[in-house]
Every structure is written in structure tokens, then in C-alpha cells.
């Protein structure tokens, strides 16, 4: 006779026990899932951040750079001409469309070292006379093995008695030789421009915000390029204040400006759909509370730039 044993451990799971773990493994699932998605949200923000910091950094210090520059040896012993100071505000920027509400400023300073990047008067001129023909010893101001390929038609120069530049004056025609022709619009040629005077190129660098297919840009023009260029995409704001030496607010043509504080507004290349909707921050005199808020991530950098070459000013 043979026993039959039955072992309870063979038993299965209940339909309430899988559904239990069922259940179990779905929320664990989810967890996970949640902890992934929100890494990623968290990864692609932070790198977008991190490139918005980066480009309005970038740029900021680019721009700053130049205005370290602005008004090297361009000084005047006379009224310069209208809208050739070396902090210019107000003369168009050719080909630009600057957005509304933003600042556009071109800077103006002497290629140097003088001499070694000038070109001395041939012939003392003791009182020049329209149309202000000069003669010099060379054309090659930046030592290649091009003849004049530095100063063309349109090109603002500095004729420089040391120690302080006499004049600004465009150029009306691509110089020849050794000639230059100078425009005989604007204030005359100081005269007496004796065998120690040079003629400098005046370097012109310009900035402003533009929108290009509906992106904005920081855009820049210089000269020897004369072609409007993005200096980076997705700068949407450049602000200026100048200030004078007690650190207030001055206007760019007064020649007591001894500082200047710029700020720029960098934006991310495209929306962080995570993010609340919220309005372009304001940067010095833009207000920009009437925009439409949106979900891209922005980040503001200003500086204040002390401009060493205009302590002999004022």
C-alpha cells in the first residue's frame, strides 16, 4: 500500500498576490521613470543655462575689450567733426536695423604703435588747403607685402602732430602711390603738419542687436571688413550707461565720460518647455515689462569698463 505525499509548498500565487506585484513593479517603474525624466529635464536645462552663460559672457568681454581701446590717440586740438567721437552713439551704422529698445555705440581708436603703424608726411605741409592732399613716405601701415591695402576710400585717419592727434578726416578716394585725399568736408587740417607728422588709420568697431531669421544677434562692424557680421546668436539686449569720474550717469558726447557700464541679455537657442512662461528681464533704461512672457532661459552679465584713454580729457 503506497501514502501519497502532498507538499503545500507547490501551492501557486493567487490572482490577488500578482496583481500585487504587479502593482508593486508599476509604481517602482514609474519612480524610476519619473527619476530618469526629471534627470534629463535637469542635464538639458542646466547645459542650456550654462550656454546662455557662457555666450553673454563671452560677449560682454568681447565688446568690453574694444571699449579698452576706444579713444587711443584720437584726441583732437579742434571740434571734431559731427559723429566721429570715439564713443558714437548717434551717427547709423551702415546696413544695421538695430531692435527696438536696444543701444548701438561704434568706438574709434588709433592702430598703434605710432610710428610704427602711421605713415609720415613726405612733404611738411605748412598750411594745407582743400582738397587736403598728402604725401606720404608709405602706405604699408601693418608691414605685409601689400602697398595700402589699409587705407581705401572711406577710411577715417588720424593725422597725428605728436604729442595729440590734429585731425579726423575721411578719405574720398583709394589713395595712389603715396597720395592720400582726404574729404574736404568737416573742420580744415590744422596747418603746420611738420616732417614728425603721421597719418594713422583709425580703426572703427561697431555694435548693436539685430534680429537675423527671427533670431537676435549680437551684431559687429569693423573697419578693413565694412561687412556686418553676428558676433553671437541669441544676444537679444546691449545697454550703455556712461559715467563720469564721480561714477554717475554722462552722456556720450560729453568729454567728461571716464567709464562705461555695459550690460547684455543672453537667451537660450531654444525654449525649455518645462519652465514657466515668464518676461524678459530689464536691463537699464529697457523696459521690456509689455513682451510676451515665454520659456526660454536667459541670463544677464554687466560690467563697468574704465576707459584709460581719456584721462587727459576734460
Not at 30 to 56: D, H, I, K, L, P
Not at 186 to 208: C, M, Y
Not at 280 to 297: I, T
Amino acid at each position: 500500500m503506497s501514502n501519497v505525499i502532498r507538499n503545500g509548498s507547490t501551492r501557486g500565487f493567487t490572482l490577488l498576490e500578482v496583481l500585487v506585484a504587479m502593482l508593486m513593479s508599476s509604481v517602482i517603474l514609474a519612480a524610476v521613470a519619473m527619476t530618469y525624466t526629471g534627470s534629463v529635464r535637469g542635464f538639458t536645462r542646466n547645459r542650456e543655462m550654462n550656454q546662455v552663460q557662457m555666450r553673454a559672457r563671452v560677449s560682454l568681454d568681447f565688446v568690453a575689450q574694444e571699449f579698452r581701446n576706444a579713444g587711443y590717440l584720437v584726441n583732437w586740438d579742434q571740434a571734431p567733426p559731427v559723429g566721429l567721437m570715439s564713443l558714437d552713439t548717434i551717427t547709423p551704422i551702415t546696413g544695421a536695423a538695430p531692435m527696438g529698445g536696444t543701444d548701438i555705440i561704434t568706438l574709434r581708436y588709433t592702430l598703434g604703435p605710432i610710428p610704427a603703424r602711421a605713415a609720415t608726411l613726405a612733404n611738411p605741409l605748412p598750411t594745407p588747403v582743400p582738397p587736403f592732399t598728402l604725401a606720404v613716405d608709405t602706405l604699408n601701415l601693418d608691414g605685409d607685402a601689400t602697398n595700402g591695402n589699409e587705407i581705401t576710400a572711406g577710411s577715417l585717419v588720424a593725422i597725428y602732430v605728436p604729442p595729440m592727434t590734429v585731425n579726423l578726416r575721411r578719405v574720398q578716394a583709394t589713395p595712389t602711390a603715396t597720395t592720400i585725399t582726404l574729404d574736404p568736408a568737416g573742420p580744415g587740417v590744422s596747418p603746420a603738419l611738420g616732417v614728425n607728422s603721421f597719418v594713422a588709420v583709425v580703426q572703427e568697431t561697431s555694435f548693436w542687436i539685430e534680429q537675423v531669421g527671427g533670431i537676435p544677434n549680437l551684431m559687429m562692424r569693423s573697419t578693413g571688413d565694412a561687412t556686418n557680421r553676428t558676433l553671437a546668436a541669441n544676444v537679444e539686449d546691449l545697454q550703455l550707461v556712461f559715467l563720469n569720474a564721480s561714477g554717475m550717469p554722462t552722456v556720450a558726447t560729453d568729454t567728461n565720460v571716464r567709464a562705461v557700464r555695459l550690460g547684455v541679455t543672453a537667451r537660450s537657442a531654444r525654449t525649455v518647455q518645462d519652465r514657466a512662461a515668464t518676461r524678459p528681464p530689464n536691463l537699464e533704461d529697457h523696459n521690456r515689462a509689455a513682451e510676451a512672457p515665454d520659456q526660454f532661459l536667459r541670463r544677464v552679465e554687466q560690467t563697468t569698463v574704465y576707459l584709460r584713454n581719456y584721462g587727459v580729457l576734460g
